[in-house]
């Protein structure tokens, strides 16, 4: 089987890290851009049909860094600590990791936030390129209503941008993604990275800028994932930010002005890793 990049979620600065630490692993001749399938998760959605598109990395680095290429992004108004309370409340009241998952949705149906068709325009903007690409891209996002996962692909007939504004759609910051007759909320709902869907590929890659930490209950966590996955013969190797990248995203990745320093951090980063794998 073939190579697998998984992009987890992490905000606009997680999308601006993600580009620069690609751009830096391409810059130390390990471009691992080429992999047969994508899996991104909210941030990691967008950059993966940033990467499906075939804009170069250099261009989507310059998409990231300069201001007259960054996609017009809304400044997320967000009380940290209430937010906080609101998902503890809900998940407090749930019993199981589906009615977790409801409990979240309701949240997200319920918030008062920038009308849908305005964070659309917004995703319109990330993405250089608004097919599907030809390889297998698979986007993650969970139900709203029904807590039930689903993994948008170019098969789904659902247009790529739809799907990418469902996987990044925040709980509680961000609309509900109305697709057909359901809405639908960030992927990173499900898992911060969803992981186990590159299971069957002989060597994965997880870039994640949240760490393996997971936002909300999973039956899939990042660290579970990985260990399946190795023990089904799997190569893994897990990317998270080091302190210097952590600190260029700072305390709130939804912030835009975080986008330059965490870009250049990434690829800062980049340059400096070892080689990733074990074999050719």
């Given at each position: 089987?073939t190579?697998a ?8 600065g997680g999308i ?15 471009d ?5 399938l ?19 990395l ?5 998409r ?5 290429l ?7 108004e967000m ?6 309370e609101?998902?503890?409340?809900a ?5 199981s990791v ?5 409990a ?20 319109e903007?990330r ?9 297998a ?9 029904t807590g039930?996962?689903r ?7 659902v247009?790529l ?10 709980p ?5 993604v ?26 994965v890659?997880v870039?994640?800028?949240m760490g ?5 209950p999973?039956e ?5 994932a990985?260990?399946?996955l ?10 998270a ?6 600190t260029a995203?700072?305390?709130n ?19 400096g ?7 050719a």
């Open positions: 089987m190579d990049l998984v992009l987890g979620g992490g905000g606009v601006a890290w993600i580009t620069g630490l690609l751009a830096g692993l391409a810059d130390a001749g390990q691992v851009t080429g992999a047969g994508l899996v991104g998760t909210s941030a990691g959605s967008a950059v993966a049909a940033q990467v499906g598109s075939g804009l170069g250099e261009e989507l680095y310059a990231q860094v300069d201001p007259a960054q996609s017009a992004e809304i400044m997320a009380d940290l600590e209430k937010f906080a609101q998902i503890g409340a998940l407090g009241s749930a019993a589906p009615e977790m998952r409801r979240v949705g309701r949240v997200a149906l319920e918030a008062r936030t920038v009308p849908e068709p305005e964070r659309r325009a917004v995703i903007s993405l250089p390129s608004h097919t599907w690409p030809e390889r891209l698979k986007v993650v996002a969970v139900d709203a209503e039930e996962p993994i948008f692909d170019r098969d789904s007939d247009p941008v739809d799907a990418v504004a469902a996987s990044c759609a925040v509680g910051v961000w609309p509900p109305t697709i057909g007759a359901r809405r639908y909320v960030d992927g990173g709902v499900r898992s911060i990275a969803n992981a186990d869907l590159a299971a069957g590929c002989a060597r890659l870039i994640a800028p393996s930490a997971e936002p909300f999973s899939q966590p990042l660290e579970r990985v260990e399946d190795r023990a089904q013969g799997t190569e893994v190797t897990v990317i930010p080091d302190e210097a990248s952590l995203i700072g305390d990745a939804l912030d835009p002005t975080t986008r330059h320093p965490a870009a250049e951090a990434g690829r800062s980063q980049g340059r890793l070892l080689p990733l794998w074990s074999r």
